[in-house]
T-cell receptor, first 112, second 112 residues
């Protein structure tokens, strides 16, 4: 069964304290892995797509990496405005071409 | 921002009444999706469309129906609303292939 898990469930960081969020997946052939940011009362906002193991993408203080079984979202020197819930989603090539499977998310709080 | 508009943004209604939520896009994307998001469950797919008049069920489709009579509009209908359908509903669009989904800002639906 295709599955996506994320850890930790919640993360509290001091401003400037770097850390990583994990997304682990088991799917029948990976077509794409997506990272989103969701602020309270808003829809998920697209951040990155990763397509193959070894790929990396960066945007400001965020860097996403991909292996064959998991993806990491590294946050370098976070600021309070990085506080949000981060979702990862996977598109499987064999079982659900038209759909993606979302993980439960990691709630990040960055304290000034 | 992706051109996605959800309406209404908030709605309160009574058990047993019909409810229709609308998603409108200006991107001419082929795929459209309806999700619900609840604490402890994350994003769950209700129905999706892969073209005009072409729809399919997601993991939580019972009690919901959809229609797509033109590319830009995707309607979600609760024929007889129940309290268990109180949730935040998100519409998403996707161009196709392994492109990411882009989300609207959601409809908060309360059924009393």
């Amino acid at each position: 069964e295709d599955q996506v898990t994320q850890s930790p469930e919640a993360l509290r960081l001091q401003e400037g304290e770097s850390s990583s969020l994990n997304c682990s997946y088991t799917v029948s052939g990976l077509r794409g892995l997506f990272w989103y940011r969701q602020d309270p009362g808003k829809g998920p906002e697209f951040l990155f797509t990763l397509y193959s193991a070894g790929e990396e993408k960066e945007k400001e203080r965020l860097k996403a990496t991909l292996t064959k079984k998991e993806s990491f979202l590294h946050i370098t020197a976070p600021k309070p405005e990085d506080s949000a819930t981060y979702l990862c989603a996977v598109q499987a090539s064999e079982t659900s071409y038209d759909k993606v499977i979302f993980g439960p998310g990691t709630s990040l709080s960055v304290i000034p | 921002d992706a051109g996605i508009t959800q309406s209404p943004r908030h709605k309160v209604t009574e058990t047993g009444t019909p409810v229709t939520l609308r998603c409108h896009q200006t991107e001419n994307h082929r795929y459209m999706y309806w999700y619900r998001q609840d604490p402890g469950h994350g994003l769950r797919l209700i129905h999706y469309s892969y073209g005009v008049k072409d729809t399919d069920k997601g993991e939580v489709s019972d009690g919901y129906s959809v229609s797509r009579s033109k590319t830009e509009d995707f309607l979600l209908t609760l024929e007889s609303a129940t309290s268990s359908q109180t949730s935040v509903y998100f519409c998403a669009i996707r161009a196709g292939g392994n492109q990411p989904q882009h989300f609207g800002d959601g409809t908060r639906l309360s059924i009393l």
